[in-house]
């Protein structure tokens, strides 16, 4: 058995993916309720939080943002509505065979709605966002003892973010976020592109 039921009731198949199964309130629900770092975390952090987070690190860091490389930050973790948030050590032992497997659902969610190019314009811009969002969370969220991640070498964490003070919000919030900014940032796009069309 290949496919998984998501949480609008679609049998999603994982080895056969279809465009038309990959729906955005399935993306925001199972994100809203997948913990980052396994649960490692001093409160619950969603996958769906991190996601806004690097979402809002790419827009303060640009003067002018694209509302498709936006919506690409937004997305770069999708994927893991249907394959879960392995943590980076396991990716580790578990080898390449992972990443194409994750590259290949990405792919697909990415191509459903028409963000492969932003995606893949703005790569080093989201993985940089990416990843000053991830030292920013083992600085606020996770135990200050263990090894220094090697991130932490490159990264700087933001100043201009609090993240221990978002656990007002329920998953139910978090979800409902995700989703309206990816309409805010749809909508963008879209009035983007129909003032190119009439230039």
């Given at each position: 058995m290949t496919w998984m039921l998501t949480a609008t009731g679609v049998a999603f198949d994982l080895r056969f993916i279809k465009a038309d199964a990959i729906d955005i309130a399935d993306i925001a629900h199972h994100l809203a309720q997948i913990n980052r770092y396994t649960g490692a975390c001093r409160r619950p952090y969603s996958v769906a939080e991190h996601s806004l987070l690097v979402c809002e690190i790419v827009d303060y860091t640009l003067i002018r943002a694209d509302p498709a490389v936006l919506l690409a930050a937004l997305m770069?973790?999708?994927?893991?509505a249907y394959t879960q948030d392995l943590s980076a050590p396991f990716k580790e032992i578990v080898g390449p065979a992972w990443r194409?497997?994750?590259d290949r659902v990405q792919r697909a969610v990415l191509g459903r709605f028409g963000l492969l190019d932003a995606s893949s314009s703005a790569a080093k811009l989201i993985h940089w966002?990416?990843?000053?969002?991830l030292v920013t969370e083992r600085k606020q969220l996770l135990p200050p003892t263990g090894p220094t991640?090697?991130?932490e070498a490159e990264h700087v964490p933001i100043a201009w973010r609090d993240l221990s003070h978002s656990d007002a919000f329920t998953w139910l919030d978090w979800r409902q976020a995700?989703?309206?900014k990816f309409a805010e940032l749809t909508f963008a796009l879209e009035n983007a592109q129909l003032s190119l069309v009439k230039g």
């Amino acid at each position: 058995m290949t496919w998984m039921l998501t949480a609008t009731g679609v049998a999603f198949d994982l080895r056969f993916i279809k465009a038309d199964a990959i729906d955005i309130a399935d993306i925001a629900h199972h994100l809203a309720q997948i913990n980052r770092y396994t649960g490692a975390c001093r409160r619950p952090y969603s996958v769906a939080e991190h996601s806004l987070l690097v979402c809002e690190i790419v827009d303060y860091t640009l003067i002018r943002a694209d509302p498709a490389v936006l919506l690409a930050a937004l997305m770069h973790d999708a994927h893991e509505a249907y394959t879960q948030d392995l943590s980076a050590p396991f990716k580790e032992i578990v080898g390449p065979a992972w990443r194409v497997e994750e590259d290949r659902v990405q792919r697909a969610v990415l191509g459903r709605f028409g963000l492969l190019d932003a995606s893949s314009s703005a790569a080093k811009l989201i993985h940089w966002a990416d990843q000053t969002a991830l030292v920013t969370e083992r600085k606020q969220l996770l135990p200050p003892t263990g090894p220094t991640w090697a991130a932490e070498a490159e990264h700087v964490p933001i100043a201009w973010r609090d993240l221990s003070h978002s656990d007002a919000f329920t998953w139910l919030d978090w979800r409902q976020a995700f989703l309206d900014k990816f309409a805010e940032l749809t909508f963008a796009l879209e009035n983007a592109q129909l003032s190119l069309v009439k230039g």
